[in-house]
């Protein structure tokens, strides 16, 4: 619902689902060895926890359903699946990295060079997920032909934090 298009492009919430009916089409379109629409029946969705955990070798920590799953792919169906795991995961952070260097590009002139430009980032899926963060700066550093200086930081309670403030300027 809603109209929150980025949110739901690289949020968390629907990143898993999103790689989900990824998977569900490229197997329509054969790009796994066998079909694999009855392993696809047996669990509903992804979840985004279990993606950053196959991202990094974690199964370990995988849940049930996902296990299950991905231990009856062979070894090239497995490999596949990762590849598409990567492809959206680079693909989430760059889109991140676009909408941040367009608040960069917004506010580099209007600040000293000598500081960098810091950047509040939230999200399990910004500073979770293997690498995403290190991702998102260097496509920054790639879109702009010029060294930027930024610094993403987390701040704890952000959002709250945010409206804090802008109740106190109202």
Do not use: C
């Not at 998977?23 to 993606?51: A, C, G, Y």
């Amino acid at each position: 619902r809603g109209n929150q298009y980025n949110e739901k492009m690289v949020g968390g919430k629907y990143l898993g689902g999103l790689i989900y009916t990824a998977v569900r089409e490229l197997n329509k379109n054969n790009i796994f060895s066998r079909n694999i629409t009855p392993l696809l029946n047996e669990i509903p969705t992804f979840d985004t926890m279990d993606i950053s955990n196959l991202y990094i070798n974690q199964f370990d920590k995988l849940s049930t359903s996902m296990s299950g799953f991905f231990h009856k792919l062979n070894a090239v169906e497995q490999k596949s699946f990762l590849v598409i795991i990567d492809v959206f995961i680079i693909r989430a952070a760059q889109i991140i990295a676009f909408n941040l260097a367009g608040v960069i590009k917004q506010n580099e002139n209007h600040l000293d060079t000598l500081k960098p430009i810091i950047i509040t980032a939230e999200g399990s899926t910004f500073w979770n997920i293997f690498h995403f963060r290190e991702n998102t700066e260097l496509f920054i550093n790639r879109i702009f032909d010029y060294k930027v200086n930024f610094k993403i930081i987390n701040v704890d309670n952000a959002p709250l934090i945010g409206a804090g403030i802008a109740a106190s300027l109202n």
